[in-house]
Nanobody
Framework: QVQLVESGGGLVQAGDSLRLSCAAS????????MGWFRQAPGKERAFVAAISWSGGITYYADSVKGRFTISRDNAKNTVYLQMNSLKPEDTSVYYC??????????????????WGQGTQVTVSS
């Protein structure tokens, strides 16, 4: 059974930075793409960023490109989301997720099978 535990959320001001972490259990972490998604109240869950199993390829939503950076440390079974120049519209619950299929990258939530419990990020203006 895979467990994903996010941390690093909080309340910050516009322009500040935060780094989210997602620690995964299980020995197969390094063979699967990982993604970050977010969901604001009353809105659907939206793609934020994803990283290939090797870490060599990254994907970003247009709304965060140039401000957010996804990375992973396969030795620590951890994926990170560095968020800079935060804006009030970034306020959401952020979820990390592990891809369903071996060595398959995706930016779609339906391609991710395991999900963390979420961490709240609130950006004040």
């Amino acid at each position: 059974q895979v467990q994903l535990v996010e941390s690093g959320g909080g309340l910050v001001q516009a322009g500040d930075s935060l780094r989210l972490s997602c620690a995964a259990s299980g020995r197969t972490f390094s063979n699967y793409a990982m993604g970050w998604f977010r969901q604001a109240p009353g809105k659907e869950r939206a793609f934020v960023a994803a990283i290939s199993w090797s870490g060599g390829i990254t994907y970003y939503a247009d709304s965060v490109k140039g401000r957010f950076t996804i990375s992973r440390d396969n030795a620590k079974n951890t994926v990170y989301l560095q968020m800079n120049s935060l804006k009030p519209e970034d306020t959401s619950v952020y979820y990390c997720a592990k891809a369903l299929r071996y060595h398959q990258d995706s930016t779609h939530s339906y391609d991710y099978h395991y999900w963390g419990q979420g961490t709240q990020v609130t950006v004040s203006s």
